[in-house]
């Protein structure tokens, strides 16, 4: 699906001499002291004090030392942008702190993030956000995801047609591009991928991207410029109450590559000539035939107007963190039941987890070009776990197609399988209309956890092929054999990894006395 346009900060603060050196590429600001909203998650039964860092796309741009803006609305300043080199050079985006709220409707609170739709700040009105979870003030946290889960609780119930609160990974590099190109780096949201390789982001590979800019007749704050930034994209949630769907894309290469041309795959002749599956392999309940799996209220097996808890397993052929990704596969928690995908039927076979055979079969019907096996399918989806992926949380609304992708029928009018993904009506979801009705819109994300399958969440549904797990024998407090170093496995991670399902917490609590003087 297309992403989203982007936002800018371009607020005037208060005039503040300041002076930088001339750096090779593009840096962050020295006005304001940046200020990452705290958001506690549970790794490997561990409870982490993480922190989030809002997207530079969004960040006020302006001139080195200076309260000159760089970008206003729409657009660059031609005297201090004549070509990328120079605008490099001239400007910076600035850090955030109060802004975060103040500005960016970004709001933290002990496992709890929450995203607003519209926020009225005092220079300017700002539209969704996009925020990445981090490892230290200075790197984003990198997730290795191979024979583990991710779990967390989603709120909706705010999002209406036209909107979209997602949760994904991308193949970011984890400073973000800071030692490669010189930027501002992941302090400050720098580095942004994903597989629609967006030509909105006004900073790629330490360079202003305002070469060939070209203003939204649309969007009164965003543009496109010639380059795009691509890479894999692991969608775990696209959502709003109407509807929802989780999406493998493949790119090759998959990290975080700089595009121009038909590199790209934009919209139009070139989509499937790009880097990317711009399409994905996605399970979407509506397109697969089934209308009752998620909806607002008791008629539907998930109630989209409460809670529900997403859980995601990535599962490897033999069961080990170093096998073969062979399926991915989610199910949901709500009122104390767990719900699961039926078993779809899709080119005569049946399927409930994205597999390359069901990513085979669903294209074999839809005919739809989705080039998601020719890029590599689930191995560069695999190749992008192993080198660390990068969580995303956002909200948005979309310029381009109206999010009639993810919740009705699109393309509009059409009768082809899968081209039914809602009730939402066809001429719903135009920003210009959404910004104003559901300007107060919120989603939140919480309680997210990460650990080995079986290890988030009370009940889980069986998992695919895996070996027998190497399992301790239990004591009154269930303990791991001992290694030679007493910390079993060498590691609190991976003496956490060899605890069994039916003695998890204890053991868990063992690992960590066990192996409180081992680095993990």
């Known amino acids: 699906p297309p992403r989203s346009t982007l936002f800018p900060y371009t607020t005037l603060f208060r005039s503040l001499a300041s002076s930088i050196a001339i750096a090779a590429g593009q840096q962050a ?34 001139k080195t030392g200076e309260t000159t803006n760089c970008y206003t609305g729409n657009e660059w300043d031609p005297q201090l942008c004549p070509d990328k080199e120079t605008c490099s050079q001239n400007c910076v985006v600035e850090g955030a702190d109060a802004e975060y709220t103040d500005t960016y409707g970004v709001t933290s609170e002990g496992s709890a993030l929450t995203l607003g739709f519209v926020t009225e700040g005092e220079y300017s009105v700002n539209i969704g956000s996009r925020t990445f979870l981090m490892a230290d003030d200075y790197a984003y946290k990198l997730f290795q995801l191979k024979n583990k889960e991710f779990t967390y609780t989603v709120d909706d119930s705010n999002l209406d047609c036209g909107l979209n609160g997602a ?12 030692e490669k ?4 780096g992941a302090q400050m949201g720098l580095g942004y991928c994903d597989a629609q390789c967006p030509h909105d982001l006004k900073f790629i590979n330490g360079e202003a991207n305002m070469e060939d800019w070209v203003p939204s007749e649309s969007d009164v704050n965003a543009g496109t410029g010639k ?60 397109r697969l035939g089934t209308h009752d799996l998620f909806g607002p209220g008791p008629d539907f097996q998930i109630d989209s107007t409460k809670p529900v808890t997403v859980v995601t397993q990535f599962i490897t052929a033999d069961g080990t963190d170093h096998g073969k990704l062979s399926e991915v596969r989610q199910f949901y928690q709500q009122d104390g039941k767990t719900i699961e995908h039926p ?11 994205i597999t390359d055979d069901f990513c085979g079969d669903w294209v074999a019907v839809t005919q739809d070009g989705t080039n998601f096996l020719e890029k590599g399918g689930l191995d560069a989806v695999e190749k992008a776990i192993d080198a660390g992926v990068v969580l995303v949380m956002s909200l948005w609304d979309d310029h381009y197609a109206n999010m009639l992708w993810l919740d009705s029928t699109y393309p509009v009018g059409s009768t082809d399988p899968g081209a039914y993904r809602g009730a939402c009506s066809a001429d719903s979801g135009v920003p210009a209309d ?22 988030t969440t009370d009940s889980t549904p069986t998992p695919g092929p895996s070996p027998p797990a190497p399992t301790p ?48």
């Open 29 to 62: 600001g020295t006005l304001q002291a940046e200020n990452h909203p705290v958001l506690s998650w549970t790794d490997h039964g561990q409870s982490v004090d993480g922190k989030v860092v809002i997207d530079a796309n969004w960040r006020w741009t302006h």
């Open 167 to 178: 949760l994904y990974f991308v193949q970011m590099d984890a400073d973000g591009g800071k």
């Open 181 to 184: 190109y010189g930027n501002a």
């Open 227 to 286: 380059y795009g930034s691509c890479c894999t994209e692991i969608d775990i949630w696209e959502a709003n109450k109407m509807s929802m769907a989780y999406t493998m894309h493949s790119c090759s290469p998959g990290e975080q590559t700089r595009c121009e041309g038909a590199d790209c795959g934009d919209n139009g002749e070139d989509r499937f000539k790009g880097l990317c599956d711009k399409n994905g392999c996605d399970i979407q309940p509506h």
């Open 343 to 353: 078993s779809y039927t899709v080119n005569g076979n049946q399927h409930n987890t």
């Open 434 to 455: 959404v910004e104003v009705d559901q300007a107060s819109s919120t989603v939140k994300f919480s309680d997210i956890k990460f650990g080995p399958i079986g290890s």
């Open 473 to 520: 024998s239990p004591t009154p407090t269930p303990t791991p054999s001992p290694s030679p170093s007493g910390c079993p496995g060498g590691s609190l991670s991976a003496c956490i990894d060899l605890c069994p399902a039916d003695a998890f917490a204890p053991c868990v609590e063992s690992c960590q006395r066990r192996c409180s003087s081992v680095l993990v």
